[in-house]
């Protein structure tokens, strides 16, 4: 355990500067103050209690502050609010571009593929059910690929 406690420290210390970083970049960008010690309690409370459930360490991104900034987020409501919008509205229109690109495809088929592909890729294989759900989960996606009946 003494072994880690280097690079451990050394995480976050990085983490930190980053994330005061980003703060102060949103500062410059809202005309206000951030408190940088609500920052870093903040920020390591929540590395802490995300490791408790197998999480990684994480900080402020600041491309994604500066987004939010510039389209209106002030508060953390409100970037909360932004980032659960940004993300289906970017799949939805990457999608909507792939089925203007792709006529012989519908929406109901991309989605079968995708989940379909996600069951394999995260599925277990051990035990016969185990086993049965993948070769069910392995049609599924080769008749969505090749627009048979599913």
Not at 41 to 61: E, K, R, V
Not at 124 to 130: H, K, L, M, N, R
Request: net charge negative; charged share 20%.
């Amino acid at each position: 355990m003494p072994e880690l406690i280097r690079p451990a420290t050394t995480i976050a210390l990085l983490a930190a500067i980053e994330s005061l970083l980003c703060a102060v970049v949103a500062d410059g960008m809202i005309e206000d103050r951030h408190d940088p010690n609500q920052e870093l309690m903040a920020q390591g409370l929540a590395n802490l209690g995300s490791a408790c459930f197998g999480g990684i360490p994480a900080t402020g991104a600041i491309a994604r502050t500066a987004t939010n900034v510039k389209n209106g987020a002030r508060t953390p409501p409100e970037i909360a609010v932004s980032i659960l919008a940004e993300i289906p509205e970017e799949l939805h229109e990457s999608l909507q571009t792939y089925l203007e690109g792709h006529p012989d495809w519908d929406q109901d088929r991309v989605f079968c593929a995708a989940l379909s592909l996600f069951l394999l890729q995260n599925g277990s294989s051990d035990g016969p059910e185990a086993s049965r759900s993948y070769r069910r989960a392995a049609r599924v996606y080769l008749d969505s690929l090749f627009k048979h009946a599913v």
